[in-house]
């Protein structure tokens, strides 16, 4: 019963420039692009986006400084997307369900239980992606980068060992996400709506008491201490992206324009990887303060019943989030990694 939608802070990992080099006093950049992220300032990838920005802020001459605020300062994705369009923000990190509500067709690649691993995933977002961006870019957003934030678990007060007993548990649904509401109500599972900020407290009140998150999204904000369980099958694959809005994005030269792109895509590999390997080791950290991992049997009936259920919810939002074709082609391309390596049947679960 892994459903969705993250909380995460692996969303918090979506691709964020941190704050400009040291220049000399007076010495003001010419554009100062002011991005808002929930990731925690002293995380590692944070660190990395910090030194990403200095070499942006050194490449582009000083014409460019991105000053970032970390943390969720500026408030959940939802308030940041607001600013940006009153113009307090520039642009910032945003996961998937916040990506959706400026181009609803880019949820088409968290759908739950398509990928299997992260290679199907790669492939199948690589060649989804310039439709995705332009896509974002036609409703005035620049993406700087993408980033594959990793897959969802959900964790649990009581071992999800079967339907009736998950349609028991008082389910976290994130706040106005149409793809999580889909997949529950194809469960027949009435969910609590809540932005991110309010799931540590309801955790705290038993308001509830199954949520879905990365293993560093539960580490990173604490969730997993309220927690006894997690499933050892995931079922989605969430994503980021790094926007700035288009008319910020036009008072850049063009030079520097392509300096920016070239660095961001450039460590885009790098970012990756570190987010697996901090993903890794806050799965570490969870079995050794004694989260327990409930094992998944694929051949089991609820478990097909699940997958199947997935199958529902995914057809209920063609027309709605995205076109028949955009889903057909969307698995098409998974059926298509899966004939060009049939020797890769990895599945990305705890053990």
Not at 14 to 39: N, Q, R, T, Y
Not at 145 to 161: A, C, I
Not at 258 to 273: T, W
């Amino acid at each position: 019963m892994k459903i969705r939608y993250a909380a995460v802070v692996a969303a918090i990992l979506a691709i964020c420039m941190g704050a400009g080099a040291v220049h000399a006093a007076g010495d003001e950049p010419k554009v100062i692009i002011k991005v808002a992220s929930l990731a925690p300032k002293g995380a590692n990838i944070a660190n990395l986006f910090e030194e990403i920005s200095k070499q942006i802020r050194a490449k582009t001459d000083n014409e460019v400084m991105f000053k970032t605020y970390w943390g969720g300062v500026q408030g959940d994705e939802k308030d940041v997307l607001r600013k940006i369009r009153l113009g307090q923000l520039h642009g910032g990190s945003f996961m998937g369900p916040s990506l959706g509500l400026i181009a609803p067709e880019v949820r088409v690649t968290d759908l739950p239980y398509v990928f299997r691993n992260y290679d199907e995933v790669d492939y199948v977002r690589a060649k989804l992606q310039p439709e995705m961006e332009r896509l974002i870019e036609g409703k005035g957003f620049k993406v700087l980068g993408w980033l594959n934030l990793g897959f969802l678990y959900t964790f649990s007060k009581e071992p999800l060992l079967s339907l009736d007993i998950a349609r028991k548990q008082k389910w976290w649904a994130l706040e106005g996400d149409p793809v999580g509401q889909a997949m529950y109500k194809a469960l027949d599972i009435t969910p609590v709506s809540l932005s991110i900020s309010d799931v540590a407290t309801s955790l705290s009140t038993s308001m509830i008491d199954c949520a879905p998150s990365t293993p560093f999204g539960a580490v990173a904000l604490q969730w997993y201490t309220r927690f006894k369980y997690m499933t050892s099958y995931p079922s989605s694959s969430i994503y980021g992206a790094m926007l700035v809005n288009r008319e910020t994005w036009d008072r850049i030269s063009p030079a520097s324009q392509k300096i920016i792109l070239d660095v961001a895509r450039e460590q885009h590999e790098k970012i990756k990887l570190l987010t697996r390997q901090e993903d890794a080791k806050a799965l570490e950290l969870l079995k050794k303060s004694g989260i327990v991992v409930v094992p998944h049997d694929p051949r089991n009936k609820e478990t097909q019943y699940v997958f199947e259920a997935s199958k529902r919810a995914r057809e209920s939002l063609v027309g709605k989030l995205y076109s028949r074709e955009l889903l057909d082609r969307t698995l098409s391309l998974v059926e298509e990694y899966r004939k060009a390596h049939p020797e890769d049947k990895t599945i990305i679960h705890v053990e």
